[in-house]
């Protein structure tokens, strides 16, 4: 939350966005690859992250459905031509998945490069995972795609 607050001051167009689900995630996905039987300090209260930067004097939207995205989108990308940071909270499932700690996002010159690290398939006996597509699939979740596809969907440019 300390960036909002250097957002704010300095005016930068940073649009922010916290997927937000109550649980520690990747504590919970840490103590799921160690088959604890009980997990132990995960659980969050519900914060509500948009009222909170908005508090901070920041336009937030909280977003909890899909449906929601594009036109979560279309205002942070206004505030962002406007000079001004903008937070999207995506309140999110506590489902692990797919392995997120295993997921990269580099951008450059205004292209998103996603890959998954090369290490997983040697640790979970996934040999013959290949794009970030075949990554997605092995979870079953198909439905998810790479961020630039979002971001074209909504007309984000980068």
């Given at each position: ?40 300090g995960i659980d969050l ?56 700690e295993s997921l990269y ?54």
């Amino acid at each position: 939350m300390q960036d909002l607050i250097t957002e704010k001051k300095y005016n930068l167009p940073i649009i922010n966005v916290v997927t937000s689900n109550k649980v520690l995630g990747f504590i919970k996905g840490e103590q799921d690859d160690v088959d604890m039987t009980e997990y132990s300090g995960i659980d969050l209260a519900d914060q509500d992250f948009a009222k909170i930067a908005e508090a901070m004097g920041i336009e937030g939207v909280t977003v909890r459905k899909t449906s929601d995205l594009k036109p979560a989108f279309d205002r942070a990308v206004a505030a962002s031509k406007a000079g001004k940071p903008f937070l999207i909270d995506a309140k999110i499932t506590d489902n692990r998945t797919f392995a997120t700690e295993s997921l990269y996002v580099n951008v450059h010159d205004g292209q998103v490069d996603e890959f998954f690290n090369p290490a997983f398939n040697s640790k979970h006996d996934a040999k013959k995972l290949k794009t970030l597509e075949d990554f997605f699939a092995y979870f079953g979740a198909q439905e998810l795609h790479p961020l630039a596809y979002f971001f074209k969907d909504a007309g984000v440019e980068l």
